[in-house]
């Protein structure tokens, strides 16, 4: 009775956005996102669910956090979701299921506080996800060279680094062709 | 910056959502997972058999997953379309994939360069 596909079904792949709170990743996803950013959530039991010692806590105890994700069509087989990660270290819960299967990042920097990523950085280095960082110069900062933030973030030589703005198209879709190429260009065994 | 960028996380999310008819994890019946593997952005799609399976009396937000997912449509999607949190959005997508309503699509291959180059091309595109 079953009507044969007519083509394949279409496929996804994600890219995460991270940084500080603040830091602009909303704005970014909303640059090149074909969509409204759309916001959902997640509930903090989500992931406590498997936590042995949350067996007993009541649901009351519940938290949601928000996220925005954007998508970009990329052909009739393909679709591109960015997902923007909660600002806030408490919810690195969530980052393992928005890194899980992930292209690669893009960790977004506000030059005014540099210190407000770190734990992005060490987050996708920890999991081997590949990232490029995005020095997104704000109004009134003091300009960074790229090498200084490089130094303060102690970043590889190999992981890019481009000046962007997130408010900016062409800069927030530059910013992802980096990471993009970034990914074609690493040896195969770097694959995470 | 806006301050609308990272949401903080609110006690409850009635501010923007309107109070659901059921409490989310009545839509589970109970159940915290799913036995589908189903990411965020996982796409799902009705099937041409589910859009008529559908008429079966389930739940208002089963049947609106359903219509949402005439086109393909990713677990993220879904959830913020209903207003669901996305774990509770995993076990009803969860729940009519294992009837047939809906198709769960394969996630895209991340390590294929082709995949790559085909996004870099389309970011090309002005």
């Not at chain 1, 039991?45 to 009351?60: I, P």
């Not at chain 1, 900062?141 to 303060?152: G, I, K, Q, S």
Request: charged share 25%.
């Amino acid at each position: 009775m079953r009507c044969e596909q007519p083509a394949p079904l279409p496929t996804s792949v994600k890219v995460v956005i991270a940084g500080g709170f603040g830091v602009g990743k909303t704005t970014f996803v909303a640059a090149i996102s074909e969509i409204d950013p759309l916001t959902t959530e997640a509930a903090m039991t989500d992931a406590a669910a498997h936590v042995d010692d949350q067996a007993g806590v009541e649901a009351k105890t519940t938290t949601t956090v928000a996220l925005d994700f954007g998508r970009i069509t990329v052909d009739e087989s393909i679709v591109l979701y960015l997902f923007g990660t909660p600002g806030q270290d408490r919810f690195v819960f969530l980052w393992d299921e928005l890194a899980e299967g992930a292209l690669g990042a893009i960790v977004l920097v506000d030059t005014r506080r540099i210190d407000h990523c770190y734990a992005a950085v060490d987050y996708f280095e920890r999991r081997g996800t590949p990232f490029v960082v995005a020095v997104n110069p704000f109004d009134g900062a003091e300009c960074y060279d790229l090498d200084e933030v490089r130094e303060a973030l102690d970043v590889p030589a190999h992981v890019p680094m481009v000046t962007s703005d997130a408010r900016d198209r062409g800069a927030a879709k530059a910013a992802l062709i980096t990471l993009l190429e970034y990914l074609l260009e690493r040896p195969p065994h770097q694959v995470a | 910056m806006s301050s609308t960028d990272d949401l903080e996380p609110r006690p409850s999310p009635e501010d923007r959502a309107p109070p659901s008819t059921v409490r989310p994890y009545v839509l589970t019946r109970g159940r915290t997972r799913s036995s589908w593997h189903l990411g965020w952005e996982t796409l799902v799609s009705s099937t041409a058999d589910g859009a008529t399976t559908a008429t079966e009396p389930i739940f208002d937000e089963e049947l609106q997953a359903v219509q949402l997912c005439a086109h393909p449509r990713s677990v993220a999607e879904v959830a913020a379309h209903l207003k669901i949190p996305v774990g509770v959005t995993r076990v009803v997508l969860g729940d009519l994939a294992e009837r047939h309503i809906i198709v769960v699509h394969d996630t895209g291959d991340a390590a294929d360069p082709e995949v790559l180059r085909r996004i870099i091309r389309r970011l090309r595109e002005p």
